[in-house]
């Protein structure tokens, strides 16, 4: 009976470690209103985190790990239950999903709700999930959310931000950045690589330092752009708005009614383009 069960042991053994590698943990954290979760992600690896309701915080972690703090916030006929965790590990990538429907699942690919979003009424809609994550170097970082802005400092690799409702803000970070937001500001500091920054109603600011490289794209619709442009600035110019100026530092090509600009700045290279409708736009 010993030598039996010994086998079955083995065979078990066998079978985990000749699966795929994608390792799931699903309904995390739906008791209480507090939830920590660490796991180990080597440089060169992906974080990305889905929410829906609340905000999400990135700043660099000490260690090699993630570090993930959330926090429920319940809104009177909000029941903290409805929202819940799940944690996907695929390699060296982690996808980390909170959900607010008991049918929803999370993988590698993000976020899926299998039926409607609408079950649970004020109980689903009157609770917000804020997490904080520990991102470790060298690991890309994707944060998505619907209601809720997004901070992300201090990052050492590329950075995706999105969220549809509330303000993006990336500072001090060395990759790659794309920011998009539909209803708020965008703030945006970046340390080289290119940039994205984009919304419709709301203003942009960027900042960019020295010796980076990759074309620097913004774009929104209500609001103003302002940008700080690496220092020496070489890139291909063009700055446009419909009701409002275009101002810049640098020597361009304006229309009469200073509403375009563009040109060569330095040696050119990368280019540097940034547009709105309703704001004005201005390039130091």
Same mark, same amino acid.
């Given at each position: ?89 695929? &390699? ?27 079950? &649970? ?26 209601? *809720? ?59 960019? *330092? ?12 209500? &609001? ?61």
């Amino acid at each position: 009976m010993i030598r039996t069960s010994r086998y079955v042991i083995a065979a078990a053994c066998a079978i985990v470690a000749g699966s795929a590698p994608l390792l799931a943990q699903q309904d995390l954290g739906r008791d209480g209103t507090s939830w920590h979760w660490d796991g180990p992600l080597a440089s060169g690896g992906s974080l990305k985190v889905f929410s829906i309701n609340g905000a999400l915080h990135f700043t660099a972690s000490p260690d090699g790990s993630v570090h993930v703090q959330a926090e429920k916030h319940v809104h009177p006929g909000g029941d903290p239950r409805i929202v819940h965790y799940a944690v996907v590990r695929d &390699g060296n990538n982690v996808t980390i999903c909170a959900m607010w429907s008991d049918d929803a699942t999370c993988d590698a690919n993000g976020m899926h709700n299998n039926g409607s979003s609408e079950n &649970g009424g004020d109980r689903r809609h009157n609770v917000t999930a804020e997490i904080s994550v520990q991102v470790p170097g060298g690991v890309s970082t994707n944060a998505n959310t619907i209601n *809720g802005e997004v901070t992300i400092e201090r990052i050492s690799s590329d950075v995706k931000a999105r969220t549809v409702n509330g303000t993006v803000r990336v500072a001090q970070v060395t990759g790659q950045v794309a920011a998009r937001t539909v209803n708020g500001d965008v703030s945006v500091d970046t340390r080289g690589g290119s940039v994205s920054a984009e919304t419709v109603n709301g203003s942009l600011t960027a900042s960019m *330092g020295s010796g980076g490289s990759g074309d620097m794209r913004f774009r929104t619709v209500n &609001g103003s752009i302002d940008i700080t442009g690496p220092s020496p600035l070489n890139a291909d110019v063009e700055l446009s708005t419909s009701n409002g100026t275009v101002e810049s530092k640098y020597p361009l090509n304006f229309d009469r009614r200073h509403t375009h600009a563009d040109g060569t700045v330095g040696s050119g290279g990368r280019r540097l383009t940034a547009n709105t409708v309703n704001g004005s736009v201005t390039l130091h």
